[in-house]
């Protein structure tokens, strides 16, 4: 999880870039109320490939937000799943997609 200092941080392109993601969750970042972007307040956002960013598109930057929305609290899986909500975790390189009931589903993060 990342700590409290480093939340609403931008990304320095020209700084030492953290590590890049070998996943991520198969549902867009709104969907799990991850934070708007710091700079802009917007919500066109993705995934960045750097882990525990975002990237915002109106902004072009990469920024660590100040909350994770859902994942910050106990995630209520159930009735996220009958609202439709998945928390399948995708492989970038191989597009390979794990459940959360996979056994290799807790080594496949970020
Ligand atoms: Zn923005």
Same mark, same amino acid.
């Given at each position: 999880? &990342? *700590?409290?200092?480093?939340?609403? #941080? /931008?990304?320095?392109?020209? @700084?030492?870039? %953290?590590?890049?993601? *070998? ?7 709104? &969907?799990? +109320? /991850? @934070?708007?972007?710091? *700079?802009?307040? @917007? ?7 750097? &882990? ?8 072009? /930057?990469?920024?660590?937000? +100040? ?5 910050? @609290? %106990? /995630? %209520? ?8 909500? #998945?928390?399948?975790? &995708?492989?970038?390189?191989?597009? *390979?997609?794990?459940? %959360?009931?996979?056994? +290799? ?6």
């Amino acid at each position: 999880m &990342v *700590k409290d200092e480093e939340r609403g #941080k /931008i990304l320095d392109p020209n @700084g030492p870039l %953290p590590k890049k993601r *070998k996943h991520i969750y198969c549902m867009h970042p709104n &969907v799990y +109320e /991850i @934070g708007e972007c710091v *700079k802009c307040d @917007g919500r066109n956002i993705t995934w960045s490939e750097y &882990v525990d960013y975002m990237w915002c598109y109106d902004c072009n /930057i990469d920024y660590i937000p +100040e909350h994770f929305g859902m994942f910050d @609290g %106990p /995630i %209520p899986m159930g009735l996220s799943e009958i609202m439709g909500i #998945k928390f399948d975790r &995708v492989n970038l390189k191989t597009g *390979k997609r794990y459940k %959360p009931d996979d056994p +290799e589903f807790n080594t496949t993060w970020p």
